[in-house]
């Protein structure tokens, strides 16, 4: 909506402005063919999606968000130990993570407001519930710092992108799984080092990720009951969604290392530990897997790394000399993508059972 760039979060206007701010990494809103989607059967899984189901109505995590007596005193303490950029980029950190889960939360209760079929109208409520409270838990811990996101004013004036029904599977099924994988190595990491855990947010993120993991498992078992969609042509979109998920969470990871490093983490071995837990996920649904531990892959991931701060650079300095180098950086960024497209992937079997556990 707004073309103001937040470079800070200083204020409540601040970190509202950076929610509805849309650029190349910044998590988006999407809206989708309703009635396309009202058609879509799971009956070849009907066994494995009723057991799901069932999962989700006994509500494993009804009482999981809430805040206990220990978390004011650790936000104090923890916040008192971080460095102005730091908390910046934690900031940040809660602003994206927020409107990632509030993306969620709107494009799935728009489904169930929108659909008739009763498999995909029960599924929607239960996800809508689940990103609801997520989004919720996170906005407390934007609040503590007066620097609460209006959630309402947030779904009424940020973009919506418009994606088929196909690309809304490929896509959320995705970030569901990258959502798991990225907070379980965050958790075991900080398990193992709790002098790093600077914030009490990390303490909830074990049953925070399993509602993800089983968010995923949903869109898992509408594309398996839908084989068409992993076959053929659409085997080029899966292609497509899986580089560009990764290339995203890369930049949007490197443009604030500082926040691994407070956890111990190395930015680039924490991506690259959650595309593999990512890959070994997708066997349960995807034909085929990026080779993201290839020198060529990685090579690929700091050029579009180094591109986007170019371009930032580029976008500050302003003028028609801004503007153009913006414009090379573009042509160079897309060319770099072009490439990474273009390396060998690797063939998967599909697992007999769809349904996995959140091993990890
Ligand atoms: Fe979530
Ligand atoms: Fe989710």
């Not at 008739?116 to 029960?122: A, E």
């Not at 990258?178 to 993120?205: D, M, S, V």
């Not at 930032?312 to 573009?330: N, P």
Request: proline content about 4%.
């Amino acid at each position: 909506m707004t073309a103001t760039v937040v470079h800070t979060i200083e204020t409540a206007e601040d970190a509202n402005k950076k929610a509805v701010h849309d650029d190349m990494i910044s998590p988006r809103f999407y809206t989708t063919d309703f009635a396309a989607m009202d058609r879509i059967s799971v009956e070849p899984v009907r066994a494995e999606w009723d057991r799901m189901m069932a999962e989700y109505e006994g509500d494993n995590n009804h009482d999981h968000f809430q805040r206990d007596e220990a978390f004011a005193g650790e936000v104090a303490a923890g916040m008192a130990s971080l460095s102005p950029e730091m908390r910046q980029e934690f900031m940040d950190f809660l602003v994206s993570s927020l409107t990632s889960e509030f993306s969620g939360c709107v494009l799935y209760n728009e489904i169930r407001k929108n659909v008739t079929n009763p498999d995909i109208k029960q599924l929607m409520t239960y996800l809508a519930r689940d990103e609801s409270r997520h989004a919720g838990f996170i906005n407390l811990s934007l609040r503590d710092f007066n620097l609460g996101i209006d959630l309402g004013n947030l779904k009424r004036t940020k973009k919506y992108t418009f994606f088929k029904p196909k690309y809304i599977y490929y896509a959320t099924y995705l970030s569901e799984k990258i959502g798991y994988a990225r907070y379980i190595t965050i958790f075991r990491q900080l398990e193992k080092h709790p002098e790093k855990r600077f914030h009490p947010i990390f303490r909830w993120f074990e049953l925070w990720c399993n509602d993800e993991f089983r968010h995923g498992e949903s869109f898992a078992l509408i594309m398996r009951a839908n084989p068409k969609l992993l076959s053929g042509g659409n085997k080029l979109w899966i292609r497509f969604f899986l580089l560009a998920v990764y290339a995203t969470m890369y930049v949007r990871d490197h443009t604030r290392p500082m926040l691994h490093e407070a956890m111990g983490l190395d930015s680039s071995e924490y991506d690259y530990q959650v595309f593999r837990i990512t890959t070994e996920i997708t066997k349960q649904v995807f034909p085929l897997a990026l080779d993201t531990d290839h020198p060529d892959f990685r090579r690929g991931l700091e050029r579009l790394f180094a591109l986007s701060q170019a371009m930032a650079k580029a976008k500050a300095r302003g003028g028609v000399v801004g503007k153009l180098q913006q414009g090379v950086c573009a042509v160079k960024a897309a060319a770099t993508f072009a490439r990474l497209y273009l390396m060998p992937v690797i063939q998967q079997d599909l697992s007999p059972q769809v349904r996995m556990e959140p091993a990890w």
